[in-house]
Antibody, heavy 118, light 108 residues
Framework: EVQMVASGGGLVQPGESLRLSCIAS????????MHWVRQAPGKGLEWVSV???????YYADSVKGRFTISRDDSKNTLYLQMSSLRAEDTAIYYC????????????WGQGTMVTVSS | SYVMTQPPSVSMAPGKAASITCEGH??????VHWYQQKPGQAPVLVMY???DRPSGIPERFSGSNSGNTATLTISRVEAGDEADYYC???????????FGGGTKLTVL
């Protein structure tokens, strides 16, 4: 079965760091591209970052310089290292990719909640 | 950065057709994808590359894209279609994924 399971969320204070993980099964994380997308409580979807199979990365302006996307092919896992966290980073974080649909994001993790609060 | 505008809400009676628009400058020149998100769930891809349906998505869902407007149409709306819908493109000028603000579809 093709799926992704995200983990690592939690409650942290402003300025602290957190690392999210997304374990893939049924496909390899080094295919095409892997994304992180977040959703603040009651708000819409916001793209965060992408990691291409060749290693190229891009970030939303709101997280550039603070977040780092990476993967471990041996563990078939995608990561999002988040530092200097702010209250506005509070959101559900989803990992997502395309497996069967050629384009778009047709496989999503269940999401992991990150709360940044003092 | 590229901006896409969706109506905050659309309402339709069961059995009727509902259209959700996504407006953006020359969006017809981009490839638009659509997602359905129900409360407490991750988004689900319901349309990719303007008008292609992923496996398992009913034929009642269709898409179009021209000029400055992309449209997701759900014919014969059902209660189970009630959800938030988001359009999405890849903005090549910034190498960013961009989502529309989302539209809440209410089935009356």
């Amino acid at each position: 079965e093709v799926q992704m399971v995200a983990s690592g969320g939690g409650l942290v204070q402003p300025g602290e760091s957190l690392r999210l993980s997304c374990i893939a099964s049924g496909f390899t994380v080094n295919i095409n591209y892997m994304h992180w997308v977040r959703q603040a409580p009651g708000k819409g979807l916001e793209w965060v970052s992408v990691l291409y199979s060749g290693g190229g990365t891009y970030y939303a302006d709101s997280v550039k310089g603070r977040f780092t996307i990476s993967r471990d092919d041996s563990k078939n896992t995608l990561y999002l290292q988040m530092s200097s966290l702010r209250a506005e980073d509070t959101a559900i974080y989803y990992c997502a990719t395309v497996v069967a649909a050629i384009d778009g994001l047709d496989v999503w993790g269940q999401g992991t909640m990150v709360t940044v609060s003092s | 950065s590229y901006v896409m505008t969706q109506p905050p809400s659309v309402s339709m009676a069961p059995g009727k057709a509902a259209s959700i628009t996504c407006e953006g400058h020359n969006i017809g020149g981009k490839s638009v994808h659509w997602y359905q998100q129900k409360p407490g769930q991750a988004p689900v891809l319901v349309m990719y590359r303007d008008n292609d349906r992923p496996s398992g998505i009913p034929e009642r869902f269709s898409g179009s894209n021209s000029g400055n407007t992309a449209t997701l149409t759900i014919s014969r709306v059902e209660a189970g279609d009630e959800a938030d819908y988001y359009c999405q493109v890849w903005d090549s000028s910034s190498d960013h994924v961009v989502f529309g603000g989302g539209t809440k579809l209410t089935v009356l």
